[in-house]
């Protein structure tokens, strides 16, 4: 009797020993899962951080373009920054986010920014492409030196140029409009010019004000009509 009762007690000690060790293994998988669920979202809230950076960078942009320019995005781009600037606080404010949220707002971002640079590349267009032709025109007529202006205007081209190029452009179109205001370039002459440099000028272009502007810029002996 006292021997069964021995080998039931010494079943029962492996019994609970066998009980303990698993739950302490379902406690350490417990712990591992945990872990490789912490890391994961730590990798999560990386890639959210490196979204709202970009976010942030495009917005940091549109405002220092619309300080040193006259550029102003439409409607439709501020609605969509309006709607992203709220889903990212939202996120923020839960203290939690996921995957799916990561990638809608870098989407999100990358649409904002081919609408402001497709926005951005006509008003600079619309800014830039008559001065740099007249710029042009006057370097290779009058030789004046307007290299410096025109690299200028064209760094800043790009949507992604920083603040200081961005300045450079908008002081050089200022330059640019004050250079061609003192050359006294009407419409007609900045025409003839046009002509002139493809060739295609005749007698019948020379009208008065073009005679009068070649005399105030001593480049009667410059410029050539050919055959």
Request: charged share 35%.
């Given at each position: 009797?006292w021997?069964?009762?021995?080998?039931?007690?010494?079943?029962?000690n492996?019994n609970n020993k066998?009980?303990?060790e698993?739950?302490e293994v379902?406690?350490?998988?417990?712990?591992?899962?945990?872990?490789r669920?912490?890391?994961?979202?730590?990798r999560i809230?990386?890639?959210?951080?490196?979204?709202?950076k970009s976010?942030?960078?495009?917005?940091?942009?549109l405002?220092?373009?619309?300080?040193?320019?006259?550029?102003v995005?439409?409607?439709?781009?501020?609605?969509?920054?309006?709607?992203?600037?709220?889903?990212c606080?939202?996120a923020?404010d839960?203290?939690y986010?996921t995957?799916?949220?990561?990638?809608?707002?870098?989407?999100?971002?990358?649409?904002?920014?081919?609408?402001?640079?497709e926005?951005?590349?006509?008003?600079y267009?619309?800014?830039?492409?008559s001065?740099?032709?007249?710029?042009?025109?006057?370097?290779?007529i009058?030789?004046i030196n307007?290299?410096s202006?025109?690299?200028?205007?064209?760094?800043?081209?790009?949507?992604?140029?920083?603040?200081n190029?961005r300045?450079?452009m908008?002081?050089?179109?200022?330059?640019a409009?004050?250079?061609?205001?003192?050359l006294e370039?009407?419409?007609?002459?900045?025409?003839?010019?046009?002509?002139?440099?493809?060739?295609?000028?005749?007698?019948?272009d020379v009208?008065e004000d073009?005679?009068?502007w070649?005399?105030?810029?001593?480049?009667?002996?410059?410029?050539k009509?050919?055959f």
């Amino acid at each position: 009797m006292w021997v069964i009762d021995r080998k039931v007690g010494q079943q029962m000690n492996l019994n609970n020993k066998i009980i303990n060790e698993t739950q302490e293994v379902k406690q350490f998988a417990l712990s591992v899962a945990m872990a490789r669920k912490n890391d994961e979202q730590k990798r999560i809230d990386s890639k959210f951080n490196m979204a709202i950076k970009s976010f942030d960078d495009e917005l940091d942009r549109l405002i220092y373009t619309t300080d040193v320019t006259t550029f102003v995005c439409s409607i439709e781009a501020v609605d969509k920054i309006r709607e992203l600037i709220i889903f990212c606080k939202e996120a923020i404010d839960n203290n939690y986010v996921t995957e799916q949220q990561v990638y809608k707002i870098k989407d999100e971002t990358k649409k904002i920014k081919k609408k402001l640079s497709e926005e951005w590349d006509e008003y600079y267009e619309k800014e830039t492409k008559s001065l740099e032709e007249v710029l042009k025109l006057s370097k290779n007529i009058t030789g004046i030196n307007v290299n410096s202006l025109l690299i200028n205007l064209q760094e800043g081209r790009s949507w992604d140029a920083n603040k200081n190029i961005r300045n450079k452009m908008t002081e050089s179109i200022s330059s640019a409009k004050d250079l061609i205001n003192k050359l006294e370039l009407k419409e007609n002459i900045v025409d003839f010019l046009r002509k002139m440099v493809k060739q295609e000028a005749t007698l019948l272009d020379v009208d008065e004000d073009i005679m009068k502007w070649i005399k105030n810029e001593h480049l009667e002996g410059t410029i050539k009509i050919t055959f």
